[in-house]
């Protein structure tokens, strides 16, 4: 696939996404798509072969944590929250993410692939409420927002089953 | 560097970039509304999608709406139908009540409960029978007119013998003319009028009354119309069809009514009335 293809792609899905989870509730709470997204990029880079120009030890982190940062900091800007949280989160997480396959998972599995979006997605959703609560001063039902947050990683299993990385993760080891 | 190192430096970098955004955003909130140019193309993204769903939600509400109504309607018939079923009793039983209110000594209000079981014949049977007075050969009418006699009685039903029937027969009169004949059922929907000699004058449209004459109808209540008059090619009584007032296959509700009944202005039919299904004396 050509690489400006590729980006017309990612930004579609980008705003896809960012539209669908401003606008579809579950339970009456809101979806993170944005997670899923920058997830999804992340172990896409991770598909990239070694032997590919411009691979380098950390192109994967910087790569996943860049687009991270924008997804993160387009969500601010969108949702009207303060800027940086969600550019905080998404990039730490999609950083995050590129570590959790290169250093701890040899082989990636449907199972896997879920736990580790579970795993992302509350950790996205505990990085934004704590930091909401600790920078803008705000009061949060802590047992809504857990509740919350639950039903949005429970949401985004599937995807973690169905976005596979393409190769061996122990190949990609040592990089 | 190793690559330890270079992921803190980008955690770092994240951390500090992060946190100078949220620090400076949240001193100068003012700069917080000059972001909101970047979220003008979504919030036109935003608004379409939001019509299109609704656009699509109106859809399905109209959809259930649509049906909603339906069943509204189908309910708004029935009702109807019932509210005129309900309207055209009543007139019936206010015409009735009338006709009570004509009788001196009253009669028995009957109601028609089925068709005779006996398929030759054009009889009716109605709710009261022995234990409510009904004896046989009492007269049946309507506030239309005669609609027959009681035939049959058992202890809580009677047989109801109509006007039609090719059994039945009543010594009448022409009101105008006061001839007198016999009338019996043709076994169709009307009567014939017998013993009227040919030089008798007959014209369509002469009203015929009871006469009294037969010891079982008392006189003057309205039979029918005279439909139509044949005086070629009959010996000596004329050919005489009669349209009776009561309709023998619209009857619901009758009065019988005892031999020595009085009956105070029987001698013209009761007014036509309107509603559809029923049937009232040709003008």
Not at chain 1, 30 to 47: C, E, G, K, M
Request: hydrophobic letters at 45%; a neutral charge.
């Amino acid at each position: 696939m050509k690489r400006p293809f590729k980006i017309a792609l990612w930004i579609v899905a980008t705003v896809f996404s960012l539209l669908l989870q401003s606008k579809l509730t579950v339970f009456g709470f809101p979806l993170n798509l944005s997670i899923a997204l920058v997830y999804i990029h992340a172990i896409r880079l991770l598909t990239v072969q070694p032997g590919d120009a411009g691979f380098t030890d950390v192109t994967a982190e910087t790569g996943a944590a860049s687009f991270g940062a924008i997804i993160g900091l387009l969500e601010d800007m969108m949702s009207g929250a303060l800027p940086g949280i969600n550019l905080m989160s998404k990039a730490l997480l999609g950083l995050l993410t590129v570590m959790i396959f290169r250093d701890f998972i040899s082989q990636w599995t449907p199972v896997i692939g879920a736990a580790v979006i579970f795993i992302v997605t509350i950790l996205d959703g505990a990085i934004v409420v704590m930091t909401t609560q600790f920078v803008m001063d705000v009061d949060i039902n802590e047992y809504n927002a857990m509740l919350m947050v639950l039903t949005q990683a429970v949401i985004n299993l599937p995807l973690g089953c169905l976005f596979r990385c393409g190769h061996k993760i122990s190949d990609l080891r040592g990089l | 560097m190793s690559r330890i190192k270079k992921r803190a430096l980008i955690a770092a970098v994240i951390l500090v970039a992060a946190l100078a955004l949220m620090v400076f955003f949240n001193r100068n909130k003012d700069f917080n509304e000059g972001l909101n140019i970047f979220s003008y193309p979504y919030d036109v993204l935003s608004g379409a999608l939001s019509s299109v769903s609704e656009n699509i939600s109106e859809l399905f509400d109209t959809a259930e709406e649509n049906r909603r109504l339906k069943e509204e309607l189908l309910a708004a018939e029935t009702e109807k139908q019932r509210c005129s079923e309900l309207i055209a009793e009543n007139r019936r039983l206010t015409e009735l009540l009338q006709l009570k209110q004509r009788l001196d000594a009253g009669g028995k209000t009957v109601r028609a409960v089925g068709r005779g079981y006996n398929r030759m014949a054009n009889t009716l049977i109605v709710d009261k029978g022995r234990n409510q007075g009904i004896v046989k050969d009492m007269p049946v009418i309507t506030s239309k007119g005669l609609a027959g006699k009681v035939l049959n009685v058992r202890r809580n039903f009677s047989d109801i013998l109509l006007v039609n029937d090719l059994n039945f027969s009543a010594a009448v009169r022409l009101q105008e003319s006061r001839r007198e004949g016999i009338i019996t059922g043709s076994g169709r929907g009307n009567c014939l009028l017998k013993y009227v000699p040919v030089e008798d004058t007959v014209k369509p449209g002469d009203i015929v009354v009871t006469s009294g004459l037969d010891g079982i109808f008392q006189a003057g209540i309205p039979v029918g119309r005279v439909t139509a008059v044949q005086t070629e090619g009959v010996e000596f009584f004329q050919y005489i069809e009669v349209e009776p007032f009561q309709s023998p296959a619209s009857i619901e509700e009758a009065m019988v009514i005892s031999r020595s009944t009085t009956l105070r202005d029987m001698s013209e039919p009761a007014p036509a009335e309107t509603p559809a299904g029923s049937e009232a004396p040709p003008e």
